[in-house]
């Protein structure tokens, strides 16, 4: 059934009250823990590369201001700035495949490595909607089979039952894994083609404009992977404040 009546005898009438109302009020802090606990995760993934590129960002725009100053550098040329524009976008690919080949590698190390405790984890920033759906199952049939173990062996039928669904959605999800990595692959070598096409724009360019072109290409890569991260963290933040309870009280 979805609703549920919860009863309890107590001499005092608003101590039972009390009861009542703190054993709802745990349930639903329990649920949304459990709902929140892989955007929490997200969170902090994203947050422990943000510190370190913060300082790199920082660096290389100091050592930028310092070339040009030693170099008596004002502008660049028009190849130069073409080169970079180009370059900017072929980077935030380069970027967003980055990211997602990490999150694929903490998703195959969750669902293979069984020494793994934690409950679920996030897939914000990942770009497939079919192993989301599939992570999310077998996140659902981890919670039931951790349930269950409380009140039965493994040797009962609805544990054998789980434990092969379990099986059956790591396949799933490793097959699943396999495609999206050759996917990535061949993003990843279209994309470096095309950088390579970029570079024929710095032919014919001085030297000392090759160097601060190639830092000033390192420092958007930088920028844009700050942004990416950046976008991340907010998705999973207003996710995160959105989380709610299954549960309604009925008639307090």
Excluded: C
């Amino acid at each position: 059934s979805n609703t549920a009546t919860i009863n309890i005898q107590d001499e005092l009438p608003q101590r039972a009250n009390d009861i009542l109302t703190a054993l709802v009020s745990a349930y639903n802090y329990s649920t949304i823990s459990y709902k929140s606990k892989s955007l929490v995760q997200s969170i902090n993934f994203m947050n422990q590369r943000l510190a370190p590129l913060s300082d790199e960002l920082d660096s290389i725009e100091t050592g930028i201001a310092r070339f040009k100053s030693a170099k008596g550098i004002v502008g660049t040329s028009a190849a130069g700035q073409l080169y970079l524009t180009q370059t900017a976008e072929l980077d935030a690919a380069s970027n967003s495949i980055r990211l997602q080949r990490e999150i694929l590698d903490a998703l195959e190390q969750y669902i293979n490595d069984p020494n793994t405790r934690e409950e679920n984890i996030s897939v914000v920033g990942l770009n497939d909607s079919y192993i989301s759906g599939l992570v999310m199952q077998y996140q659902q049939l981890r919670m039931e089979r951790s349930k269950l173990a409380l009140s039965v062996t493994a040797e009962n039928p609805r544990m054998v039952i789980l434990d092969n669904q379990l099986k059956q959605t790591r396949s799933n999800i490793n097959k699943q894994l396999d495609i999206l990595r050759g996917n990535i692959s061949l993003q990843q070598q279209n994309v470096n083609r095309q950088l390579g096409t970029a570079q024929s724009l710095l032919r014919g360019t001085p030297a000392n404009e090759k160097v601060l072109l190639e830092r000033q290409r390192q420092q958007e890569i930088k920028q844009s992977l700050f942004l990416l991260l950046l976008e991340k963290k907010e998705e999973a933040n207003i996710a995160l404040a959105s989380t709610t309870s299954d549960v309604r009280v009925l008639a307090p």
